[in-house]
Each structure stands twice: as structure tokens, then as C-alpha cells.
């Protein structure tokens, strides 16, 4: 796949992540929806990757939104340095960053377009925080370029529970 095709499925997913937050009569914003490039904060001299999307409906929280399914160990896996950048931002911001996806496995494939609320997990990064079971080396797309030997951490299955509004 192409650059452009993994942010278009990734688009796609965002926005059914929005259409249901709004469904369920949240106040949403999606932060990296038709860019090109991502939406960074900025701390000194450091810049933190900001989540996808926020939920303004109190007590808030962000969520960093992914379509995947489990490995064929029971986990799944994020960047290190995408993870890191957001268990920076709820260090700093001390707010909810949630790690949600959406599982395709249970929805007839990664091209499928079934979308059901019981197909979305979430997992707050705090506790996920130090609690990978593998960290190994893959490839990623990193600021547009596809680069191998980047560090993929891997959490079981079990630390994301379903999601709900």
C-alpha cells in the first residue's frame, strides 16, 4: 500500500469514529483529518504528534484511532515514538489519551467497511505505559517516507476493553 492509500483508510476510520461520537451526542473534533501532514504541539523544543481526535463532552479525552486487527500473538502494536509522544501529551496535558481501535477482524477484513460499536477497543496510554510485551523492529511510514528498523511496541489483546460513549 501506498502512503496515500493508508491515510485514506485511516481517514475513513476517523470519520466513523466521528460520526458515532456525534450519534451519541458528542462534541468531536478531529484533529488530523485532511492533512498531510500531522498536527504537533509544541513544548521548548520538543513537538509532540497530537491524537486524532478529541471528545469536548466532559470530562473529555483524546483518542489516538487505528484500523487493525491482532497479530497472530494476541497483540497489538503502535510505533514507539507515536506511543511516546502520546504518553508525553497526557504527561503534560494530564488528560485522557486513549489508544482505540478499531478491530477488523471482527468486521470482515481490513477492506471491509462493517462498522459496529463492538468492534472498537480502547486502552488508556497510561496504563499501557511500560507494559508491552515484545518491542520489535518493522517498517512504518515516518513524516512521509516509508523507513524499516523502526522500534513497534506490542500489547496483549487483553489491556483494551470495549469501547463505549
Known amino acids: 500500500?501506498?502512503?496515500?492509500?493508508?491515510?485514506?483508510?485511516?481517514?475513513?476510520?476517523?470519520?466513523?469514529?466521528?460520526k458515532m461520537a456525534i450519534q451519541a451526542g458528542k462534541m468531536v473534533t478531529s484533529l488530523q483529518l485532511n492533512h498531510t501532514k500531522s498536527i504537533i504541539a509544541f513544548k521548548n523544543i520538543r513537538t509532540l504528534?497530537?491524537?486524532?481526535?478529541?471528545?469536548?463532552?466532559?470530562?473529555?479525552?483524546?483518542?489516538?484511532?487505528?484500523?487493525?486487527?491482532?497479530?497472530?500473538?494476541?497483540?497489538?502494536?503502535?510505533?514507539k515514538y507515536r506511543f511516546d509522544a502520546l504518553l508525553d501529551f497526557a504527561n503534560e496535558t494530564r488528560q485522557k489519551v486513549m489508544y482505540t481501535i478499531h478491530d477488523h477482524s471482527l468486521s470482515g477484513g481490513r477492506e471491509s467497511k462493517d462498522n459496529l460499536i463492538s468492534h472498537w477497543f480502547t486502552a488508556n496510554?497510561?496504563?499501557?505505559?511500560?507494559?508491552w510485551v515484545r518491542l520489535s523492529y518493522g517498517s512504518s511510514w515516518v513524516a512521509g517516507v516509508k523507513k524499516d528498523g523502526i522500534p513497534i511496541c506490542?500489547?496483549?489483546?487483553?489491556?483494551?476493553?470495549?469501547?463505549?460513549?
Do not use: A, C
Not at 500500500?1 to 466521528?18: A, I, K, N, P
Not at 506490542?154 to 460513549?165: A, D, I, S
Open 49 to 79: 504528534t497530537l491524537p486524532d481526535i478529541v471528545l469536548w463532552t466532559f470530562p473529555g479525552e483524546y483518542h489516538e484511532v487505528k484500523h487493525k486487527s491482532p497479530t497472530r500473538y494476541g497483540s497489538f502494536g503502535l510505533e
Open 1 to 18: 500500500m501506498t502512503l496515500d492509500d493508508d491515510r485514506m483508510l485511516g481517514s475513513y476510520w476517523e470519520q466513523e469514529f466521528v
Open 154 to 165: 506490542y500489547w496483549k489483546k487483553e489491556l483494551w476493553r470495549p469501547f463505549v460513549f
Open 125 to 131: 496510554v497510561m496504563d499501557l505505559n511500560n507494559k
